[in-house]
């Protein structure tokens, strides 16, 4: 909890608050020091501190994410509920998807904590409204602006998934009901914090899917990506979603996400001879004695290598600038050498010249990582390169040398490593960039924010694009699981409907068709909505029954999150995640929202005339 709290004295939020570069840096410095380990989790329990008005959650990750990241109709909203009496209406919105993204069946739900962190520290500065003053028409009253100092999110209530699970379309990810006018303002907000977040997290789910539990995958996406907020989001959503690192520095650092990076082809091509090293020592591992002359050590083993029967055939003269470079960074980096071998022929020069190297590590106590593929025909080059590391070993009793990791990313997407899946290669991990990070098979997920319901009455949005229509009312939401343990369907129901119970017979609908339906047993029974935000203010509007799950509950930190999405994606039924025609998971509604849902149709429908 101590993480992601300050005092209310501000020194978080008014630092945050501050203008230009250095409230920028102010605010994420104030994160990084409030974050231990992946801590990313905590949020306050308003309903049960004495002192909830003096603490505050920490600000978003991202200073731009503040009250005035909103589209201006919002804004022009906010003053006509206000000018019309209708700003403490008591609204529900439901914040949903229509679509599974990618072709797919499902979707990992991302995003939830920044949406928290903004909501907590929602408010309008003096700066935020004389600026609002100036683009807002000349017409509005002084009164309003007024108003807007003293709003915040006190009287909100969200209700959601938590982070990390699996989500479905039509089913609300995030509930968030309180006076309309604040509701209303933070409709583009929530739906900018969580549509990529959601997005790039299923995107980096699908590529561990079919990469395997096994192998290694590292997010290199940050010079790709759309600008540097989207590239530190990628990183800790394609953390989320199941890659294992990332070359992103700056989102290893805010979230202790371990990173990774060797070198590069300028690094390789900047050296000439090997007479570019000057100092070449280097000491054993264990201290023992120290070799005064690395590079005639590595050039000794390429010798024996060029003279051996059983790789003489393979190489015979290799690129010397490479080697001066492989032996350069290997005397840089003794205990973590991994060699980029494709700059100029990756079977005739790059992987000798790699062995030659890992070869004179191994005489002196170290193990070399392994080597990059950057370009080629990777399935071929990585069983090639295995082969010749075997050798390798056996030729010169080098244990450990045909165990090196082979990393290979070359644009690599799904498709790749379906490919390579096929053609058996010897790839231990990959480095995905561009089509992870820009979600090129999809960019955006389409994510809604919808007035569900006023006052207690229930609102519907009608269209003739079934997709579009929705869901009227507040609504509950279960998961039913079938006798293997796997989800069968999620049942949206109204408040007053009675909760399924484990072993009765309930008839599922689909929201919009009368012939599709079907009777469910239950082996386990699972409320998919909690409460992660309530403002200590916040009330039901009289005759509703409060939830039983409405208590706050605390965010989970990020490792935590990472391996729920595990455990969510795993707990699917196969034909539900495959990636060729995947089955659709069901969406189902109670009789009663059925009928009412057809009700209300009929009521707020035109009724057409025929002349």
């Known amino acids: 909890m101590d993480g992601i709290l300050s005092n209310g004295n501000g020194s978080v939020e008014g630092r945050a608050r501050k203008q230009g570069p250095t409230g920028e840096l102010a605010a994420v410095e ?23 008005e003096e603490r505050r959650v920490l600000p978003p990750t991202d200073p731009m994410v503040t009250s005035l990241l909103t589209d201006m109709y919002q804004l022009t909203m906010a003053y006509a509920y206000w000018k019309a009496q209708k700003h403490n209406d008591h609204a529900v919105f439901d914040l949903l ?23 907590a520290n929602f408010r309008f500065s003096p700066a935020d409204v004389q600026y609002l003053r100036t683009i807002m028409p000349p017409s509005c009253e002084d009164a309003f602006f007024d108003y807007l100092l003293t709003v915040d999110c006190s009287c909100i209530r969200i209700m959601a998934l938590p982070e990390g699970y699996v989500a479905f379309p039509r089913v609300p990810l995030m509930r968030v009901e309180g006076p309309l006018l604040v509701a209303q303002l933070l409709e583009t907000t929530l739906l900018v914090l969580v549509n990529y977040a959601s997005l790039v997290a299923t995107n980096a789910a699908r590529h561990r899917q079919v990469a395997g539990p096994k192998k290694m995958l590292f997010e290199f996406g940050l010079r790709r990506a759309q600008g540097p907020d989207g590239a530190v989001s990628a ?9 294992d690192a990332t070359s992103n520095v700056e ?19 900047s050296f000439l001879t090997l007479d570019e090293i000057k100092e070449r020592s280097l000491p054993a591992a264990d201290g023992s004695h120290v070799c005064r002359d690395f590079v005639a050590l590595v050039l000794s083993f390429l010798h024996r290598m060029q003279e051996s029967e059983k790789l003489r055939d393979l190489f015979a003269e290799t690129n010397q600038s490479e080697l001066a470079a492989f032996v350069s960074y290997a005397l840089a980096f003794p205990t973590h050498f991994q060699a980029l071998v494709d700059t100029y022929d990756v079977l005739r020069s790059g992987v000798p010249n790699y062995c030659a190297v890992a070869l004179a590590l191994h005489q002196l106590g170290y ?29 010169f009793q080098a244990e450990g ?77 279960y998961r039913l699981y079938g006798r293997e343990g796997y989800p069968l369907v999620d049942l949206l129901m109204m408040p007053s409907d009675l909760q399924p119970q484990v072993g009765e017979r309930i008839l599922c609908r689909h929201p919009f068709s009368q012939s599709k339906r079907a009777f469910v047993v239950p082996h386990r029974v699972e409320p998919l909505y909690r409460c992660f ?27 935590e999150v990472r391996e729920r999405c595990r455990e969510q994606i795993t707990g699917l039924r196969p034909d539900h995640i495959r990636g060729l025609n995947p089955t659709p998971y069901k969406i189902s ?22 002349v």
Request: with cysteine.
């Open 367 to 395: 193990r070399a990582l392994g080597i990059r593929l950057d370009s080629g025909d990777l399935a071929y080059l990585s069983q090639q390169a295995r082969l010749f590391l075997r050798q390798c070993e056996a030729l």
């Open 251 to 269: 989102a290893g650092r805010i979230f202790s996400i371990p990173v990774k990076g060797t070198h590069s082809h300028a690094f390789v091509s």
């Open 533 to 559: 935000w309530r403002g200590r203010q916040f009330t039901l509007p009289e005759g509703q029954v409060e939830e039983e799950s409405a208590g706050v509950e605390r965010l989970p930190t990020l490792v």
């Open 97 to 119: 998807f229509r679509k599974n993204p990618f072709g797919g069946e499902y979707t990992l739900f991302a995003g939830l904590e920044e949406c928290v962190r903004f909501v």
């Open 30 to 52: 104030s994160l990084a020091d409030g974050l231990t380990g992946a801590r990313l989790g905590g949020a306050l329990d308003h309903a049960d501190s004495a002192d909830a």
């Open 589 to 610: 509604v109670t009789d009663r929202l059925y009928n009412f849902i057809q009700d209300l149709w009929m009521t707020e429908a035109p009724v057409g005339q025929l």
């Open 235 to 243: 990183s800790r959503y394609c953390f989320m979603g199941g890659f």
């Open 401 to 477: 040398l045909s165990a090196a990791v082979i990393t290979a990313s070359s644009d690599i997407n799904e498709a790749t490593l379906e490919a390579l899946n096929k053609q058996g290669h010897e790839i231990d991990a990959f480095g995905i960039g561009t089509h992870l990070v820009t979600c090129v098979k999809q960019p955006a997920l389409g994510c809604v924010y919808k007035l569900v319901e006023i006052n207690g009455q229930p609102r519907i949005k009608l269209s003739q694009d079934f997709d579009k229509v929705t869901i009227p009312g507040k609504k509950s939401c």
